[in-house]
Nanobody, 124 residues
C-alpha cells in the first residue's frame, strides 16, 4: 500500500507555469512506476504523463500528445516525490490533477494507487 498526496495546484493565468508535487509514503517508492492524470468537469480522467520505476538513473518518460512539449515529469527518489512541471498553461488545462502509482516498472494500464487530486484552474 502507498499513500499519495498531491500539492501545488492553484489558479493561474494563461501562459503561466505550475509545478505539481506528489509525496509518497512507503519505503518502496523507487520500485513503482508513476503517473499523472487529469479530469476536467464533465470529462473522463485522462493520462497526462508517466515515468518508469527507478531501477536505473534514467527511467523512461512518456507524455500525452495534448501536453507534450509543455510538461516535464520527474521523480526524486531520495524524497519519495513525483513532480509535474507545466508551462504555457492554457484554459483547457483546467482540471483536477491526480498522481498515480503502478506496482510494476512501466506506467501502463490502470494504476494501482491514486492520490486525492489537486485542482488546477487556468483563466484566460
Amino acid at each position: 500500500q502507498v499513500q499519495l498526496v498531491e500539492s501545488g495546484g492553484g489558479l493561474v493565468q494563461a501562459g503561466a507555469s505550475l509545478r505539481l508535487s506528489c509525496a509518497a509514503d512507503g519505503r518502496t517508492f523507487v520500485s513503482y512506476s508513476m503517473g499523472w492524470f487529469r479530469q476536467a468537469p464533465g470529462k473522463e480522467r485522462e493520462f497526462v504523463a508517466g515515468i518508469g520505476a527507478s531501477w536505473t538513473d534514467n527511467p523512461r518518460m512518456n507524455y500525452a500528445e495534448s501536453m507534450k512539449g509543455r510538461i516535464t515529469i520527474s521523480r526524486d527518489n531520495a524524497e519519495n516525490t513525483l513532480y509535474l512541471q507545466m508551462n504555457s498553461l492554457k484554459p483547457e488545462d483546467t482540471a483536477v490533477y491526480y498522481c498515480a502509482a503502478y506496482r510494476k516498472s512501466v506506467p501502463t494500464g490502470t494504476p494501482d494507487y491514486w492520490g486525492q487530486g489537486t485542482q488546477v484552474t487556468v483563466s484566460s
